[in-house]
RNA sequence: GGGCGGAUAGCUCAGCUGGGAGAGCACAGCCCUUACAAGGCUGGGGUCACAGGUUCGAUCCCUGUUCCGCCUACCA
């Protein structure tokens, strides 16, 4: 009879891979740059090479699927472009390691060699992430994968390299940057982690050339670096010290006279000593006060690039040099502040918190480092990019992380975007030995463009692995060349990302592609939350505290995953995520299953909906739920459309389970097996069209459960559609949404809940049939009652079912009361007066509280005169009902008693 | 130091522009009722962090306080 068997419970593993593949083939997912219908577009964030699927990127490329997966049905000409980023530091601290334990040296291999490995590498198993992205269903256009360091990539690299070059917003100079000794590379200020951190606070005094009786001191928390001090600096203001400035002091342990200068800036009166000691070399705020000063504080580097002690620091004593040279800064420390003890130079020692910077990809402590380098200027690319956020064309979601981007971006410092790491886009610029002119080209130089000398060597840094994402919306699609796809498809619609990356990626590609496409890159940035775990800590692997997403797609299914991502994405909250709440979803799943297998038991494979008869023949119920159905699309369609993905989601929940299974289901059962064949094809329509409706609702959340049960849908129901990811997404129509309707829908429906409530309280059986009367307050209910009396008999397990409008209470019943109408259960057990008290005098209370509430409401002046009309009036129509549901009550008290 | 967000049922969280507090999970009771025990039905449980203010009326708006997150910053 049934058209498709279905097994008895929903087996993911059975169904994800056969329906992506389907999809595949049949290149569901490819963009048809040619294709007439308006664009919507989304570039992924490119996770790196090197990544393995953590539980962001899964949440990440879920809200984009959901996204496109809507897009794509509801008819856009949808793009949806995939791709990887080469992470220059990550992946070669990944290769470097691997090497290492096959103990090669990437030194001993060479430059060339090395870059040759890396690229193995990635061939062999850089790919893996987009194939666990392809485990989520993800809807990529896989034919335009793009790849940071492709061909076509690399030469937007260059192009926008050169070109900013030549407008004078890239440059080259010495400048003090931060350095990760370990990765061997400056970094930018964003790749710089702080952490507060437990130091101490040493104080030192410096002895005054002129008179040494004099001692001014300094407060550090890194005393090793004031053999780099190149002067001290006071408030000018400073009555303390004013006076000293212009003379010199003597630095301990070495044979230095530094200058005391004054300088508003630096010195804040407050704090420590009132005096600080200036290390141009290695800190950025002396860094800045010694240019401040005139002339220019001399710099003094102390450290080399892996942080040691120099053996050659200007004016240190051989002594001390000679115990400390070549020491790692930590050791250095303490034997500086051992031999400024020994010496009667440290006056004292406290404790002092404060916060240190990290490498973001190793956690090494990053040092302030003095190195030539290469930076963007960066204002001028700002200021468009501020004023695009600003006018709406750029619009954030939540809008509160405008702010935040606001804020760094009116702060904006340049950016240093050479790294001197091997595995990167290598800068196009070579030195001239000859005459030292720099040249920057498109192509690579074999002669100095200056000279013409062929004495030249490339620039052997590569740029920050930013520099190329900062390009990723036009440089996919083929810019530089003037491509179809850049017209068609940008700018993207959205970018789906989260607020960690918004200034290393978000603000560069808005200042990039408005510099370079003359138009914002995207419309809408979409910030979506960061997924912690059960306790809200941070996942990381250190903790072992990973969820792994291919594990709860392989535990739970994949949809069951999805669905549970959405569900917890609500704008501004972070996601904590655990098995146990995918469980939930993945009883929805199942639920899902089920009840569609009882939709396939009542229609046969070529069945044919009969729409004439549903508009001649459909009951009260048939009605309700196409009404119900309509609202749900409605209320789906919007929140997709303002990325509200939780309220999309559990609409759907309540809708499927609550409505259509918990409800309609049940009450479509009469019907199905109703002698009238007209009343038969007519729930069967309903039953299956809105099931038909409500999987193409759910598909772009629950891509493979929808595909494989709309498959099994009788072919006539399904339309000419090959697949549910192809067929139209529903739009809402008004005209079913009827208020009416729902409101009748409610009595049978409150009638049964009370019913239930009775048995349940009298402890009757589920299995044992009752009776039950009801009393209506008047015509229209009594109508309504009459017409939907089937309902009620059915669900709340009558066998006997009288309504009028003056029913006596029948002798023994129980009472129970709904809108509209009071309701009397007997049962052929002999019912149990004291559960039956207690029943009422509950009842009886709760009204009581209403009618407390309302009264005192109602009987203040003010409300009454000042509150909408509407309201009151509404207010006071329900006091009056709750007062005669409450002297009914009381009443079947008093009858019981008697 | 600045900024942002959070505080609602035992847990995780919804609550749109102020009008009788919601869901899921967990818990208790009854049910293997012919789609589903990964299920059904029923039920218990909340001075909406605290203190003021605005209002006829505040979980919602304003101010302050406390406690938690996070971002940001060169207090040596």
Redesign the pocket.
């Known amino acids: 009879m049934s058209s498709a068997e279905l097994s008895?419970?929903?087996?993911p593993r059975l169904v994800e891979d056969v329906w992506y593949r389907a999809w595949l083939d049949r290149r569901y997912f490819h963009a048809d740059v040619n294709a007439t219908p308006v664009p919507f577009s989304i570039v992924i964030p490119p996770p790196n090479v090197t990544g393995s699927l953590h539980i962001g990127h899964a949440l990440n490329s879920t809200l984009q699927d959901v996204l496109v997966r809507w897009m794509r049905m509801s008819g856009r000409n949808t793009l949806w472009v995939p791709g990887t980023d080469h992470a220059g530091i990550a992946t070669q601290n990944v290769v470097e390691r691997k090497l290492t334990k096959e103990h090669i040296d990437r030194h001993a291999l060479g430059r060339e060699r090395f870059v040759e490995k890396v690229w193995e590498w990635k061939r062999e198993s850089g790919g893996r992430i987009i194939e666990q992205l392809k485990k989520l269903g993800a809807s990529c256009d896989w034919d335009r994968e793009r790849f940071t360091m492709d061909e076509g990539l690399s030469r937007a690299v260059r192009e926008v390299f050169v070109r900013l070059y030549e407008e004078g917003l890239i440059y080259r100079g010495e400048r003090l940057i931060n350095w990760c000794p370990r990765c061997h590379t400056a970094l930018s200020?964003?790749e710089v982690?702080?952490e507060?951190e437990k130091g101490k606070?040493y104080h030192i005094s410096y002895p005054l050339s002129q008179d040494p009786k004099v001692r001014l001191t300094?407060?550090?928390?890194?005393p090793e670096t004031m053999l780099g001090d190149t002067a001290v600096a006071v408030h000018p203001l400073d009555p303390r010290y004013k006076d000293l400035i212009g003379k010199t002091v003597d630095l301990p342990l070495t044979n230095r006279k530094i200058p005391v200068v004054g300088d508003s800036i630096?010195?804040?009166l407050?704090?420590?000593?009132?005096a600080?000691?200036v290390t141009p070399a290695h800190?950025?705020?002396d860094y800045?006060a010694g240019q401040r000063q005139s002339p220019e504080l001399p710099r003094i580097k102390i450290l080399n690039d892996r942080a040691e002690i120099l053996s050659d620091i200007p004016d240190v004593r051989a002594g001390t040099i000679k115990l400390i040279a070549g020491k790692p800064v930590k050791k250095a420390r303490g034997i500086v502040v051992e031999l400024l003890q020994e010496q009667g130079y440290l006056i004292k020692t406290e404790d002092?918190g404060?916060?240190i910077g990290k490498c973001y990809r190793c956690k090494t402590v990053v040092e302030p480092y003095l190195s030539p380098q290469w930076f963007v200027k960066t204002a001028p690319l700002a200021e468009p990019a501020i004023k695009a956020v600003e006018d709406g064309s750029i619009r954030f979601i939540p809008k509160?992380w405008e702010?935040?981007y606001f804020?760094?971006m009116r702060n904006i410092k340049d950016w240093c975007i050479s790294r001197q790491i091997w595995w990167g886009h290598r800068i196009p610029a070579w030195y001239c030995d000859n005459c030292g002119h720099i040249t920057v080209t498109r192509t690579d130089a074999t002669v100095c463009g200056k000279c013409g000398s062929g004495n030249i060597r490339q620039e052997t840094d590569v740029l920050d692995t930013w520099f190329s994402s900062a390009l990723w919306p036009f440089s996919t699609l083929g810019w530089p060349d003037a491509t179809k796809e850049l017209a068609v498809y940008y700018p993207t619609s959205v970018l789906v990302t989260s607020f960690?990356i918004i200034?290393f990626w978000v603000a560069r590609m808005i200042m990039m592609g408005l510099r370079f496409m003359q138009q914002i890159p995207f419309r809408d940035v979409y910030i979506h939350a960061l997924v912690r775990d059960?306790e809200?800590q941070?996942m990381s692997k250190s903790k072992g505290n990973v969820i792994d997403p291919l594990e709860m797609t392989e535990q739970f299914g994949t949809d069951a995953f999805r669905f549970t991502l959405v569900a917890?994405a609500?704008q501004?909250?972070?996601?904590?995520m655990s098995a146990?709440?995918i469980e939930?979803y993945?009883?929805f799943?199942?639920?899902i299953w089920?009840?569609s297998?009882?939709v396939l038991?009542n229609t046969d494979a070529d069945f044919v909906p009969n729409n004439d008869i549903v508009v001649t023949e459909s009951s009260l119920a048939d009605r309700w739920i196409v009404s119900r159905l309509n609202t749900v699309t409605r209320d789906v369609q919007a929140a997709l459309a303002e990325y509200r993905f939780?309220?999309a989601a559990?609409a759907l929940y309540?809708f499927i389970?609550?409505e259509y299974?918990?409800w309609y289901?049940?009450l479509s059962k009469p019907a199905l097996k109703d002698q009238d064949l007209a009343k038969r094809m007519c729930a069967q329509t309903t039953l299956v069209m809105t099931l038909e409706r409500a999987l193409r609702l759910l598909h772009p959340i629950m891509p493979f459960i929808t595909e494989e049960i709309w498959q099994k849908l009788p072919k006539k129901v399904r339309g000419d559609g090959d697949s549910i990811m192809i067929s139209s997404f529903p739009t809402s129509d008004s005209t079913y949404i009827d208020e009416a309707i729902e409101q009748s829908m409610r009595l049978p429906m409150d009638a049964i809940?009370s019913i239930?409530?009775i048995?349940?309280?009298m402890?009757i059986?589920?299995?044992e049939r009752v009776r039950a009367s009801i009393r209506a307050e008047n015509k229209d209910i009594l109508a309504t009652l009459e017409r939907t009396a089937g309902y009620v008999t059915s669900l709340a397990g009558l066998s006997h079912l009288a309504i009028a409008l003056d029913v006596a209470k029948p002798e023994g019943s129980s009472t129970g009361t709904i809108r509209g109408a009071e309701i009397y259960v007997s049962s052929d057990q002999v019912v149990d007066k004291d559960a039956e008290r207690d029943r009422l005098q509950k009842e009886i209370a709760k009204i009581s509280r209403?009618i407390d509430?309302f009264s005192k409401?109602l009987a203040?002046k003010?409300?009454v005169d000042?509150?909408?009309r509407e309201?009151v009036e509404k207010?006071t129509a329900?006091l009056e009902g709750?007062k005669a549901k409450r002297d009914k009550l009381e009443q079947s008290l008093r009858i019981l008693d008697a």
């Open positions: 008895k419970s929903y087996e200020d964003i982690e702080h507060e606070l300094v407060a550090t928390t890194r630096l010195v804040d407050e704090f420590g000593t009132g600080v000691k800190d950025f705020s800045e002092h404060h916060s509160g702010n935040t804020d760094w960690d200034f059960a809200g941070k917890f609500a501004g909250r972070d996601i904590k146990e709440r939930g993945r009883n799943a199942n639920k089920n009840a297998r009882f038991m939780n309220d559990s309540q389970w609550h299974c918990d289901v049940e809940l239930r409530n048995r349940g309280e402890n059986s589920p299995r209403d509430i409401k203040n003010n409300f000042k509150a909408p309201v207010d329900k709750f």
